[in-house]
Structure formats: C-alpha cells, structure tokens
C-alpha cells in the first residue's frame, strides 16, 4: 500500500498570502489528522476529520481550516499568514480512529516570509 | 498540559549500546505508542501497547507499560547509528474525548 503523500513539499509564501496543502492518506483510511510542529511549540494537533466532518480540533485560530473529500483526501487552509505559521505540517492517518496507530505523511514545510 | 512526556530530553551514546527512554502520563490509557522522528521528516509508528499489555517486542526495540505507575520504557538494543532520531510517545486515554498530544520527545543521538 502507498503511504501518506503530501504536496507540496515545500513552500515559501509572504505575510497575508493564504496557502492550501493537501493530503492523501493510506488507502482505506478514513480519519485524517493535521499536526503543526514548530522548534518553539513542538507538535501541536490542528484537526482531525472523518467521513468528511471535523471530529476533533485543537487549539488553533480561525485562520486554520481544513475539510476532508469524499474519498478521504483531505486540505488544510492557512488564511492570512503570519511569520508564526512557518512550521513543518504534517498529516496523518488512521483506519478509523486517532486513537488508533497513526500513519504520519512527509510533511510540508512552509516558510512564512 | 501534556498528557504525555518524554525523559530523558537527550540521549547521547555509543553504536552497539543499549538506549532507554520513558514516557509518563497522566490519566488511564486506551493503548500506548511510541514514533520515531528523524530530522524534518514525518513520524513513523514503532511499536503499540495496549493497556493489559505488560511487555511487547518488535526487532531490537523492546516496550514495557507500568499503568499502575502511569509510565512506559522504549528499550532499543543494539543501537546503530541510523537510530539517531527524536522519539514520541502518544497516550490516548481511555474515557473521554481525545486530543492528540505529543511532548517534546527524547533526543537520541548514537555515535558510530
């Protein structure tokens, strides 16, 4: 089976841009969890979403959303970014829970200029 | 604050020597994981523990759960160099809603 893929990469966008990162998970995976982790705050758990609804959020602003498509690929919505927001994103996925082993994608590294 | 917490921050040691670390939680857990991070790159899942487990092997790494003392060991014998990396543990508890939290992970540096 592939794994988590994540697109892009890496990513270089200026204060107040908005950025969309997107995430595929293990095929048959149906939960999808997004993860910042930054060398200040560490990793820090934005959302997760299950058959196309947010089942779970961390403590992050409005700025941060995110949705899940009915094959379970799911995006993420920075809005208006700041210099803060530069961190390493990382997605994972589950069968059916977070509770459950989670299978973490690459990541995708934004820098924020 | 965190649910789970890693210790020590930093392991540095030779190849071919054992390399232990912990986890300590707070609250009754469901199942107990531990990941490895290497540098910018994803998690990777090593090993999990459910709560009536005691012990559990997978190749050189060897995970031990004390719930009575709300603490967990990742033992990796045989270091080699390529163990170099940060290590996670998540603890999802067993009641309630669950947010996903990691500490700051151990450190583990092995010298060849």
């Known amino acids: 089976k592939a794994g988590v893929t994540q697109t892009p990469r890496y990513l270089i966008k200026t204060r107040g841009q908005q950025v969309t990162l997107s995430c595929s998970p293990i095929?048959?995976?149906?939960?999808v969890s997004w993860y910042q982790q930054t060398p200040g705050q560490g990793l820090q758990f934005l959302f997760e979403y299950f058959s196309e609804t947010q089942r779970n959020k961390g403590n992050f602003p409005g700025r941060f959303s995110g949705r899940q498509f009915s094959n379970s690929r799911s995006e993420m919505n920075v809005s208006t970014l700041e210099l803060g927001d530069s961190a390493l994103y990382l997605c994972a996925s589950s069968l059916d829970r977070v509770e459950e082993t989670q299978y973490f994608g690459p990541g995708t590294r934004l820098l924020v200029l | 604050s965190q649910q789970g917490e890693e210790d020590p921050q930093a392991l540095s040691i030779q190849e071919g020597e054992n390399a232990t670390m912990n986890c300590s939680y707070k609250?009754?857990?469901?199942?107990l994981q531990w990941y490895r991070q290497n540098s910018g790159r994803g998690l990777v899942h090593l090993i999990l523990?459910?709560?009536?487990?005691r012990e559990k092997h997978s190749g050189r790494l060897r995970v031990t759960l004390d719930t009575s003392k709300k603490s967990s060991s990742l033992l990796i014998t045989a270091s080699r160099a390529a163990d170099t990396a940060s290590y996670f543990c998540a603890t999802p508890p067993s009641g309630g809603s669950y947010i996903p939290t990691f500490g700051r992970g151990t450190s583990l540096i092995v010298h060849p």
């Open positions: 095929s048959g995976h149906r939960s």
């Open positions: 523990i459910r709560s009536n487990e």
């Open positions: 609250t009754s857990i469901n199942n």
